[in-house]
Structure formats: structure tokens, C-alpha cells
């Protein structure tokens, strides 16, 4: 990076947020704090609390009661700002009166789901010409919503589970039809999902007409798309990485064990999970997913990182590819990091690199589109 050689590069840190996964970004920003190296950086911390508010923070703090961290509700309100100088930092009291914080060269969106891995941070951060870690508005906003993400992966000709997705209008409006069409289409167990979530929130598996009926409401706590896929029994999950930009480089699958009847929410970051990294499996496995991964990356039109997870069904050989992230979790129990580091690429390097794609990007790109 020799346009920073002679000055720090300020680094805006941004977590917690309105979704449902606000404690996992703060625990992946925490690893992403750790990593920054304050020699070459001036870090800033944004917290964003669960109601959206950007509060100016130390970093995340430690519940020292084996809860998980979150956005304390009583820093005060930053915004971003577009000066004749470039994007800064402002931040000011509940009376408006205020002063400036400092300039932003790079944003590190730390952030899951809605809210922050949809498209909406990115777009705000675009239109003011700020650089940001990972995929543009676009392929954000078709990575977390898995009905457009199998759109654009079955164009693509990527295997994957079949499925419905039910809006949850067509559900109101005739449910005995809408029951009828899933189980005339799809066998038992079937997974109900809501289109944009993640963490496993709002999942269900069914196994008969209740179930499902249950699971599609549970879906619609969370958004008004539910999907309905085809449930596959006793898979491996697989997982690459993948990073860049134009040219994009994927890791070696890792593989998730874990013991719940599937991977929920408390499995992935409260219950201890193992990561094999690499997977044992076939080398012709691997290299099936490694070449999906990047088909995957480059179908969404994804930059800077992502990860895309597989089910493995090992008696037959089949892989499916189940979803694209383009936040992934960067959390100690998270895979992202793992897998790299399986490559040789260490996390303090890897976000390094990381930055360095973002600015990369902007530079290239700023001139085409957000
Ligand atoms: N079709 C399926 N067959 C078997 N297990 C599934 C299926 N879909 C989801 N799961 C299980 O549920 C987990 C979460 O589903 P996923 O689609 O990855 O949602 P999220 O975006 O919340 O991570 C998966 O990691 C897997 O354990
Ligand atoms: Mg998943």
C-alpha cells in the first residue's frame, strides 16, 4: 500500500446493529479489533445499537458475566458526513451541539444480516465515497436474501436443494393451497427459512403439515418471504473462503461438526463447535466445492470476501450449495478465519488484505457504481 506509506490509514470499525445477529458482530468485531495493527491504523469504533443509533465506543466491551457482548445505548451519536475534505466522522449531543471526530479512509462493516450485510450500510457508505471491506450494494443484497441468491446460483448452474419460496400475502390469502402445493412438490423433511436472516434464526425443520404450517410463521417474524427447501439428512457442512477483487482466491473447504439435530443459533456461538480445517474429504470433493465458491462469489457479483457453505452427502458423492455469506462470521468460533489461516494466510494479515481490497476498490471502481 504505498499511496499510505507515510500516514496511518483511518480505519472506521463498524458493529452491532438492528439485526437479530447484533451480539455475533460484536464478537466479530472484537476479533477484527484485535487484528488491527495501531501502528499502521487509526481505528474508530462505531457501535451501532439494536434500535440504530451510531454511537461512538472504546470497542466491545466484556459483559464479565459470560453473556454476549453488546452496543451500550449511552455513547454519543456519531454520523457520517461528505466535507470538502472528504467523508468524517461527526459526533454531537443530544442538544446537536457537536464536533468532528476524524476522517474515514476505509470501512470495516462488521455487521450481520439485515440492516448492515443487506446492501443498506454499504449504500450509505457508497454515496459518501467511503471505501468498505466486502461485496457492493448489489451482490449484498442478493447474498442475504436466499431467494434471489438461488436465482442468481441456479442461472449459474450451481447444484442446490429444491425449494419454494412462499410470500407471506399468497400464505394469508390461501393457506390449504399453499400447503398443498409444498408437500405435492417437495418430500418431508422439509426446512422453512425466512428469505433474509441468518444465524440459523427463524429456521425450523418439519415433518409433517404441522410442523411446516408452525415453521412458515416462524419465518414471517422475520421477513415476508419464507423459503421451503427440501431437507437433506445426515450431510457434512463444508465451507470455503474467498477473497478479492478481480481476481479471487478460494481456500480448501472446512468442515463444521456439531451435534444439534441441525446447526442453530445457540450450536454456532454458544455450544462449543468443531471446525476441521481442512475438511477430511476426497480431493475431488474439495475441488468441486472450491470451483463452486468462486462460481458462487463471482454469480453474485460479490468483492472482497465471502464464504459459501455446501452440504457434503457423502454416501452419494452429491454437494449442494446451500448459501453464500458476504459478512461471514469472524468470531473465535467462526470458520472465515480458520480456513485461511489452514492456507497460511493469518487473520491479522488477512485483514490487512481485506482493507487493502477495499481501497483497491474504490479506486478502480468509484467511478462505475456504489
Ligand atoms: N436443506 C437442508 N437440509 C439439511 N439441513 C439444512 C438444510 N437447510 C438448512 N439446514 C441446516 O440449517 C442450518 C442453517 O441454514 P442456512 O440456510 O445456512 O441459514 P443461515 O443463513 O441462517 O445460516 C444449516 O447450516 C444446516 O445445518
Ligand atoms: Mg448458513
Known amino acids: 500500500m504505498t499511496r499510505w506509506a507515510t500516514a ?15 451480539e455475533v458482530s460484536c464478537l466479530s468485531a472484537r476479533s477484527v479489533l484485535a487484528a488491527l495493527d495501531r501502528e499502521q491504523y487509526v481505528v474508530t469504533c462505531v457501535g451501532i445499537t439494536r434500535d440504530g443509533r451510531w454511537t461512538l465506543v472504546d470497542g466491545v466491551a466484556d459483559t464479565g458475566n459470560g453473556t454476549l457482548p453488546s452496543v451500550p445505548d449511552d455513547g454519543d451519536t456519531v454520523t457520517l458526513v461528505r466535507t470538502r475534505k472528504g467523508p468524517w466522522l461527526v459526533r454531537f449531543r443530544d442538544d446537536f451541539t457537536g464536533e468532528q471526530v476524524g476522517p474515514v479512509d476505509v470501512c470495516f462493516p462488521v455487521l450481520h444480516g439485515p440492516y448492515g450485510e443487506d446492501g443498506t450500510v454499504q449504500g450509505l457508505l457508497a454515496s459518501h465515497g467511503v471505501a468498505y471491506v466486502g461485496a457492493d450494494v448489489a451482490s449484498s443484497a442478493i447474498g442475504i436474501d436466499k431467494r434471489q441468491m438461488k436465482h442468481v446460483f441456479s442461472a449459474r ?4 436443494m429444491p425449494y ?4 407471506r400475502a399468497q400464505w394469508e390469502h390461501d393457506q390449504r393451497a399453499v400447503l398443498d402445493e409444498i408437500t405435492g412438490t417437495l418430500p418431508f423433511p422439509l426446512f422453512t427459512k425466512p428469505a433474509r436472516q441468518g444465524s440459523s434464526i427463524g429456521i425450523c425443520r418439519a415433518t409433517d403439515a404441522d410442523e411446516l404450517t408452525a415453521g412458515i410463521e416462524a419465518a414471517y417474524a ?20 474467498v477473497i478479492g477483487n478481480a481476481e479471487v482466491q478460494v481456500t480448501r473447504p472446512g468442515e463444521t461438526v456439531h451435534t444439534g439435530s441441525f446447526y442453530d443459533y445457540e450450536a454456532k456461538y454458544l455450544a462449543p463447535v468443531q471446525l ?25 457479483g460479490a468483492r472482497g470476501m465471502g ?35 489452514a492456507e497460511g494466510l493469518e487473520w491479522p494479515t488477512l485483514v490487512d ?8 476498490a474504490v479506486s478502480r471502481d468509484g467511478r462505475y457504481a456504489p
Open 222 to 241: 422475520y421477513d415476508r418471504v419464507a423459503i421451503v427447501e427440501e431437507g437433506l439428512e445426515g450431510i457434512r457442512e463444508l465451507e470455503c473462503g
Open 276 to 300: 476441521r480445517c481442512p475438511a477430511e474429504v476426497p480431493e475431488a470433493i474439495a475441488s468441486r466445492c472450491m470451483e463452486y465458491a468462486r462460481d458462487a462469489f463471482l454469480a453474485i
Open 164 to 167: 419454494l419460496a412462499v410470500r
Open 157 to 160: 448452474g450451481l447444484p442446490q
Open 307 to 341: 464464504r459459501v457453505d455446501f452440504f457434503y452427502v457423502e454416501a452419494t458423492g452429491e454437494v449442494f450449495v446451500n448459501e453464500i455469506n458476504t459478512i461471514p462470521g469472524l468470531t473465535p468460533a467462526s470458520m472465515f478465519p480458520p480456513v485461511w489461516a
Open 353 to 360: 488484505r481485506l482493507l487493502e481490497l477495499a481501497l483497491d
Open 8 to 22: 496511518k490509514t483511518r480505519v472506521l470499525v463498524l458493529f452491532g446493529g438492528r439485526s437479530s445477529e447484533h
